[in-house]
Structures are given as C-alpha cells and as structure tokens.
C-alpha cells in the first residue's frame, strides 16, 4: 500500500522498470501470508486503490505514505521472530570455488597470449602469491582459527595465552621465548608474567607441514543450517585443535610451497595499537586496557602489587599507573592535537577528532592512526610520561615507522627483527596483560614477501568505500555494485586506447601537474606550476642585484666563469676577493658574454642571463614543485593545512647541513632578452648555530628549533627546485617557540626500477617514509620496578558489591568448552583451577 500510495502521489519514475516486493506489510493479511504474495489479492488491491482515490485531498491521505521512499532505499526489515542472517565465514571456500578453478587452468593450462615486442603468441601462465585481509578474514581463508588460546596464525599450536578470568579475554605474551638463550629476561620472574621462559623460539612450519596435520582432519560440510554448526563444532572439538577446515587454496598445485600464503595486515595492526595505546594512556574508551578488571586480573597472576586494588572502607580504589596521564595533561595533549597543521595530502584533519571538554581523541580513521602512531606519538608524549616509558613508546613508533617504509632491506630488517622482540618484552613489564597484539612476525613476513605497500589492506578497504558508494537501491546492493563495476570496466578499457584525452590515467597527480619550460640553461628548465592570484610590483636596483647574484652563483653552467674571474682577482693581488667578486661579476660576465655571442660562441639563454633580469616581478601565493605543494605563511593563516615549511641542503662553516625555514614569497623573475623565467622562494630560516636555538632529543632523534630566531638574513632566497617541504609541531616539553621540525616524502615515489604508466591519479595512497638509517637503536637497561604514579591520586572508587556482582555475572555467561569458531566466543568455564591459566612445562615454569 506505501508503494501504491508513492506512486499515486508522486507519480512513477521512468527509470523505474522492475515491479519489486520491497517488505510492505498489507493490511487485510497477517505476518504468515505476506510470506507468499499470490496474484490472487488482484481483486483486493483494487478494491484499495479504489478507496485511496477517493481519500485524495482529504486529511488523513498522505500520513503513511511520505515516509514509504525509506522502505525502496533500506534492506527490506525481517519479520518479527526471524533469525538475522549469519556471516559468511567458513563458507567463502563455496564462493571460492570458481576462482580455484580458474587459477587451476591459469597454473596448469594458461592462456594465449599475444606478445607485442616478438610479434607472436605464447602460453602465458599464472600464480597467486599470497592473500591480503584483515584478522578476522584471515581464519576464513586459511583454517585456522585466530580466536582463543591458539590464535596466532604463524605460532599455531606454540601460541603462548593466558585467559583473564576478570577481563574474559585472551592475552599473547611469553615474548621471551624469541630472545636470545643466554638473555637475561629469560629467568627474571616478577617483572613478567610471574614464570622463567627457557623455550626455543617458535619455528614456522611449512605448507608441507601444514598438509600433514590436516591429513587428519575431518573436513566439515558447508552450510549455516543448525544440523551442520552442530557437526561442525562437533567435529571441531574431536580434532583438539584450532583448525577450522582445510582451506580451499590447498588444492593449487604450488600452494604448499609458497613461503607465505596469507598475510598479516600491518594496517589493522597499527590502527589497533595506536587505539588500545591511546585509551590506556588517556583511560578513556572501550580500547582502554587499563580497567579494574584488568588490575584484579593482575591480582591474581600475582603480578605488579603496587597497582592492585586497594581496599579503603567499602569501596576499592584503583591506583593510577605510570602510563596514565593526569587531566591536566590530557588537557595538553588534547590542546597539541588540536593545534596539529600537517601539509597538503599528509593526512586528514586530525584536529576534528578532539573533543577538549571530556579530554577525549576519537572518530580517526585507519590512516589517522597510522600516521598518529608513526609522526606524532614520540611528538605527543615528550615531558608527560616517564623515561623509560616515554622511551619504550618511541621505540614501538620507530619500528611502524622502519617497517612501513617504502624501501626495506634485508640486514635492517634482521635489526628489527630483534628489536621487535625486546620492545614487546618491555611493554610486557610496563602495561595490563591484555594489552597486546599480533607484530612480532612483522620483520619475518617483510623480509619474505616485500614491502608493506603491497601487502597492506589500504587500497582495498577505499576500493571497497567505493563499492559502497555505487548502492543506490539498498534493496538490491548486489545488483547496483555490479552494473557500475562493469560501467567502470568498460570505460577504462576504451580510455587505455585515447591517448590525446584527458583521463585519470594520463592525468598527472594533484601536486605533479607543473609547467615545464624548454631551456638549454638549468636555471630556465623549470618544472614549477605557480597558482593562486598573481601580484604584479616593481623591484628596487639593490633587490634585482641581489637575486640576480643569487642566480649567477647557483647557476651550474656560470661556475667556470666564476672560478675564471676569481682567478684574475687574485693574479691582480686584490685584498677583499670575495666582496670585489660580488660587485664587479655580474658587469665583468655580461661583456665578456656580449663578445662570444657576437663571435657565435655561445647561445642565446647565456647572453640573457648575462644581460640581467627585467625589474618587474610577479608574485604568487603557492607553486606546485618536485611533487610538493608549497604556500606562502601569509596564505595558510586561516587554512587547516600547513604548506609554507622548506628545507634545502647548504652549507655552513664548510660543512653541508641542513638549512630549514618558512616561506614569505614565490617569486617568478624574467630575463626579457628571451623572456626565460625563473622562480625563487623568499625564506626565513631558522638559527641552527647553537644550542639554544637547535636541540635534539636523545630519545627520539627529534629536532628542536627556537622560531623566534633567524639567521642568512642577507640570503633570503633559493631556487624552487632545490626546496622540499617540512613542517613544524610545537614541542609539548620545551613550549615557546620552540617547535620539532618533521620532513615529508612526497606520495607515489617508490625506489623501484618500473612505473606503471597507468596508475590511476585518482587513487589515494597511505603516508610512508623512504629508507629511514638515522633512528635510534632499542635499549634494554630500564629501570621499572614501580608502576605507581606518586604525584596523582587514585582513581574513583569502585563499590565492592558491584565489583563483586558484576564479575560473578560474568563469569556465569562462560560456556563449557574450549573451542572458538566462527560462530561462537570462546570462553573458560568457571570450574577451571588457576593450574589452568598458565602453560605449564620444564622450561616454563612458575613459582
């Protein structure tokens, strides 16, 4: 009836050619006949019809029907008492099978392919390496259950986990066993999880390994019907294992021998450290681990006893920890995040995400937090945490930072390798048990397969966004993903072939779109688009002079004349060479250069830039350069972007340092003989001479500038070619004007020796950083044997009897058995002894 009403009212859509039962509830029939609409209610419908034209224009017309477009646009509502419908989960091996079969012919059989270069057709082949998804699709495609006590995919039946009876979660410590055997962590007891940990480190088994545990499975039946999950846990449990199934990709021939089949996603990885670290810090959050669950957890482990809850009349209180920051300090921390400016195409507006009046950071997405976690993290704590909790942090943030550059190598990721082992062992002795996540067999999976670019689950999690942004009908999603996917197919199989259209596969990226000018001369090859509303003014004598030095001495092709002059100086026995140099250059290079050209020695450009600039100059607001976007300091006042930080290499005291500074002007500049251009950036740069205007952070590696003070007033100027973009974060410990300066590596720059010409420039990619050589290493010498913060008092307290009911309710909810599928929550029963809460054996051992 609400569709009948819509149409009646509004008229039917043209486009509209498919009748749809879309969940209308028809009101002469109960919920069991609308299950099965028959044509026989023809009559009735009418007979409907009939009295809603002769309702038109009266009052109670129109009430149920404006709202009936919601019923075409949602998914159509279930009935009352139906069972929502259940995830794919195990079952994707069904919608797996035509691509098996594919990829089967693909290995075995391949297909005939036409080759371009040799003007003849072959069998070309092909092979799937590996896998990219996220955790919980991991157990889908591989088998293995990555819930529980076992639910490490690459440690699989050597996982070591402790259930928390307090928190009803699963903790993956026992990261001592991938030390060094001679190490000393390995028998110290109380700062751990209460046991010496003298096991060999795991050893990855192979796909032929892997085979022959599942040669003894029972393979289950497919399907969500009660009958078959009742068989399949059944069947589950027989096996005493967290095998799932065997996984459908097992029947390519090559399967078992790939090094990696399915790979840990570094994206999810961060996004779930850098949450879980923020609301422990901040103790703010469902991420927070640092809960009084988690401490009467602790209290049972008999871990940590200066941070268990204290009993004060009849209510506990819970004893602020290390790790957590007063609300003065998330205060701080808020009012940093908020200040935050990155530059154009670094990250989001990260600032949206405070909330200063409940001293809370929420609502980031996965690339907040990945850039969070790497750039700002060492930035955000320096001067609130203690040393060696402040310290461990900025080691974590830069071994992310190490893992997801762009370029990796074999024996730095061997450091890591090793480095990763005692950051988590340190954060074992620091946070709650439940703290942790799945990384250390991030250095193991990078040195096999490549870099985390082409392993990380960022492309495909947009391209999914984009899927969803095809539905137009929610009743059908399916139906609407597909008829643009193949719109999309169609039209970039017709753009490939149109070379002289604009397409987004020949359209240069947002900050590489540059105006390139033809020039024999280097200075005159400019590869810089200035844009922004253009200033016409004139230039004094004294300024042209000056920038027209500046480009004679910076010009790769003058430097023999240079060299050729100072040469007469000194045979001429002048006492100030360099100062005479400055002044009399410039007359001395445009006669001599006058002469060669009128003999034909030299090209026009030359006699150009000898003859001076022209003393009008143009003035721009931004200039796109070397795949940066650069903005002047008076354009991005009122922007969210900060674009106007530079640094160029230079030298000082005959030692090349790095020159940093802010953008006052873009300038273009025109030598009229033949109308050459040149643009230059008028800088402030910032004193670097001593300490009190540099500082480096021996945690971090980060350095300080003090932007009050400048120097180089004299030299404001540098060709825009030569610049690359930094930006500056203000320093939490020093305050001021002190501020951390953070370089930046433009996006889409690989050290590859190929460039897919075809890459769409539409395609957003996640921030990294190139090779990084210059971070600090992981130190083992810290001192935590008090977890207590002093200077705090304790948190709220907490009733006793609501403690106490609230953990006894709990605990009831647990089921019997302990095994996880895809359907279900493992949990321990509550008649297990605390015998059962650790692994047991010779080499790992309790008091």
């Keep these: ?152 995919p690459v440690c699989l039946d050597e996982t070591t986990s402790v259930y928390l009876r307090n928190g009803l979660k699963y903790c993956y410590m026992g990261h001592r066993r991938f030390l060094p055997a001679d190490h000393k962590w390995r028998r110290e007891r109380k700062p751990f999880d209460g046991k010496r940990d003298l096991r060999q480190p795991v050893r990855t088994l192979s796909g032929e390994e892997i085979l022959q545990q599942l040669q003894e499975f029972d393979q289950i039946e497919f399907g969500k019907a009660p009958e078959l999950l009742k068989e399949k846990r059944r069947k589950c449990m027989q096996n005493q294992s967290n095998w799932l199934k065997k996984s459908i990709f097992f029947e390519l021939p090559y399967w078992s021998t790939n090094k990696i089949r399915h790979n840990l996603d570094i994206m999810h990885i961060v996004k779930n450290v850098c949450e879980i670290l923020l609301g422990t810090v901040m103790g703010t959050g469902q991420k927070n681990r640092d809960t009084w669950q988690a401490r009467e957890d602790l209290k049972e482990m008999r871990l940590r006893e200066e941070l268990h809850l204290q009993t004060q009349g009849d209510s506990k209180v819970m004893p602020t920890a290390c790790y957590t920051l007063s609300r003065s300090e998330k205060q701080k921390l808020c009012q940093f995040v908020s200040s935050l400016k990155f530059p154009d195409g670094f990250a989001s507006n990260i600032s949206h995400c405070v909330k200063p009046k409940e001293c809370q950071i929420s609502g980031m997405k996965s690339h907040d937090y990945h850039v969070f976690l790497q750039r700002l993290l060492p930035l955000a704590i320096k001067g609130m945490l203690p040393k060696d909790v402040s310290q461990t942090l900025v080691e974590l943030s830069n071994f992310f930072r190490k893992i997801c550059s762009r370029t990796l190598y074999v024996d730095e990721l061997d450091a890591q390798e090793k480095n990763i082992v005692v950051i988590l062992c340190k954060l074992e002795k620091i946070f709650p048990p439940n703290f942790f996540d799945v990384m250390v067999h991030l250095p193991a999976e990078a040195k096999l397969a490549s870099p985390a670019q082409y392993r990380w689950m960022f492309p495909f999690e947009r391209k999914m966004g984009q899927y969803k942004g095809y539905v137009h009908n929610r009743a059908r999603p399916e139906g609407c993903i597909v008829e643009r996917y193949l719109d999309d197919e169609c039209l970039t199989f017709i753009s490939r072939y149109l070379h002289n259209v604009p397409t987004i596969f020949n359209e240069p990226e947002r900050n590489t779109k540059r105006f390139e000018a033809a020039g024999k001369l280097s200075i005159f090859s400019g590869m810089a688009r200035r844009f922004g509303a253009a200033t016409f003014y004139c230039l004094s004598e004294s300024k042209l002079m000056k920038i027209h030095l500046f480009i004679l001495k910076n010009c790769e092709e003058i430097d023999d004349y240079i060299r050729m002059y100072k040469e007469l100086l000194l045979q001429q026995n002048v006492s100030n060479v360099e100062q005479m140099q400055d002044l009399e250059f410039p007359k001395w290079f445009e006669e001599r250069v006058t002469y060669m050209h009128a003999q034909g020695r030299c090209c026009d450009e030359l006699l150009s830039l000898a003859k001076g600039l022209d003393f009008r100059v143009i003035k721009y607001p931004g200039c796109n350069v070397n795949r940066f976007r650069f903005h002047t300091k008076t354009r991005e006042v009122d922007r969210k972007t900060q674009n106007s930080g530079i640094m160029v290499k230079g030298e000082h005291a005959d030692v090349e340092i790095n020159f940093y500074g802010a953008i006052t002007d873009i300038l273009e500049v025109e030598y009229s003989f033949t109308q050459s251009r040149v643009v230059l950036f008028k800088c402030d740069w910032w004193d670097l001479k001593n300490s009190s205007c540099l500082k480096i952070d021996k945690q971090s590696n980060l350095s300080s500038i003090n932007l009050s003070k400048k120097w180089y007033i004299d030299q404001p100027f540098v060709f825009a070619s030569q610049a690359e973009q930094v930006f500056y974060v203000k320093d939490m410990r020093l305050g001021g004007h002190w501020h951390v300066v953070e370089s930046v590596c433009p996006r889409s720059s690989y050290a590859v020796l190929e460039k897919d010409e075809h890459k769409s420039c539409e395609e957003e990619e996640a921030y990294q950083e190139d090779y990084l050589e210059d971070l600090i290493g992981v130190q083992e010498n810290v001192d935590l044997s008090n977890l207590k913060r002093g200077d705090m008092l304790a948190d709220e307290a907490i009733e006793t009897g609501i403690l106490n009911s609230d953990s006894s309710a709990k605990r009831a909810r647990k089921m019997d058995d302990f095994f996880v599928d895809d359907d279900e929550i493992q949990q321990l029963s509550s008649s297990e002894d605390d015998s059962e809460k650790f692994v047991e054996s010779d080499d790992y051992e309790s008091d």
């Design 1 to 152: 009836m609400e569709v009948m009403k819509s149409h009646l009212c509004g008229g039917i859509v043209e486009s509209y050619t498919r009748w749809v039962y879309h969940g209308e509830r028809f009101e002469d029939s109960d919920d069991n006949e609308n299950d099965n609409i028959v044509l026989d209610e023809e009559n009735s419908e009418s007979d409907d019809i009939q009295e809603m034209l002769n309702d038109v224009g009266t009052a109670n017309f129109g009430e149920n029907w404006r709202n009936s477009g919601e019923h075409n646009r949602d998914i159509p509502n279930k009935q009352e008492g139906e069972a929502s419908p259940k995830c794919i989960g195990n079952d994707m091996d069904i919608f797996f099978r035509p691509l098996i079969d594919e990829l089967k012919e693909f290995f075995d059989t391949g297909f005939e392919t036409y080759d371009a270069a040799m003007g003849e057709k072959f069998m070309l082949r092909a092979a799937l390496l590996w896998t990219i998804s996220d955790f919980s699709a991991y157990a889908y495609l591989s088998g293995w259950s990555t819930k529980g006590y076992k639910a490490c």
